[in-house]
């Protein structure tokens, strides 16, 4: 499984966009993904995940109520909307996928995506 995350950019607080990753290879086996964040200095953490078929969600708490994740099986595609976005949420975010891999499960990243919120 290939992952590519597209849609990051340069934007002013307050503003939104809209992250995609794009699934390729033997995306039968994706399980749960979700978007990881990185910014400089500091450690990688959970933006939100999104179950298989999309039943369930969780968020960070820093993130609650401004972000929704989302996934179209169909198209192999996950989003990230992102609203009323703040400097703090500035990082590279990554796209990951969980991978059934009997008798256990790998990980998979995209090569990320650069977010700038400017204040």
């Known amino acids: 499984v290939q992952l590519v995350e597209s849609g990051g950019g340069l934007v002013q607080a307050g503003g939104s966009l809209r992250l995609s990753c794009a699934a390729s290879?033997?995306?039968?086996?994706?399980?749960?993904m979700g978007w990881y964040r990185q910014a400089p200095g500091k450690q990688r953490e959970l933006v939100a995940a999104?179950?298989?078929?999309?039943?369930?969600?969780n968020y960070a708490d820093s993130v609650k109520g401004r972000f929704t994740i989302s996934r179209d099986n169909a198209k192999n595609m996950m989003y990230l909307q992102m609203n009323s976005l703040k400097p703090e949420d500035t990082a590279v975010y990554l796209c990951?996928?969980?991978?059934?891999?009997?008798?256990?499960?790998?990980?998979?990243w995209g090569q990320g995506t650069l977010v700038t919120v400017s204040s």
């Open positions: 999104i179950t298989s078929r999309g039943g369930s969600t």
């Open positions: 290879g033997s995306t039968f086996s994706i399980t749960t």
């Open positions: 990951n996928a969980r991978i059934l891999n009997l008798p256990g499960y790998i990980e998979v």
